[in-house]
């Protein structure tokens, strides 16, 4: 099943410490051809995210993957898309 994510940065977060370490996880999420697109928000309070996964279990537990989400500053939203 293919998903959009919304994923919201938590108010207030301090994101830059873990900028490096999410633009790597995401660049391997893509080179394994899980995530198609990636494109996060003009003013930085989140990012949008298309990517393949079983089912929505399976898509929340990829978006935990995420060292921002493993911190605790993000909440995710999802969308299923139609093939």
């Known amino acids: ?3 959009l994510a919304h994923a919201d ?10 900028e490096v ?3 790597a ?3 391997a999420l893509i ?5 198609e697109q990636c ?5 930085h309070s989140g990012a949008y995210i298309v990517f393949n996964a079983g089912d929505v279990g399976d898509a929340t ?9 493993q911190a605790g500053l ?3 939203t999802f969308v299923e898309l139609a093939e």
């Not at 940065?9 to 873990?18: K, Q």
């Open 74 to 76: 993000l909440t995710f």
């Open 1 to 3: 099943m293919r998903f």
């Open 25 to 27: 996880r995401i660049g």
């Open 21 to 23: 370490a999410e633009t």
């Open 9 to 18: 940065t938590m108010p207030g977060a301090d994101l830059a410490s873990y």
């Open 61 to 69: 537990a990829l978006m935990g993957t995420l060292p921002m989400a």
């Open 39 to 43: 494109y996060v928000t003009a003013d």
């Open 31 to 35: 080179d394994e051809g899980v995530v």
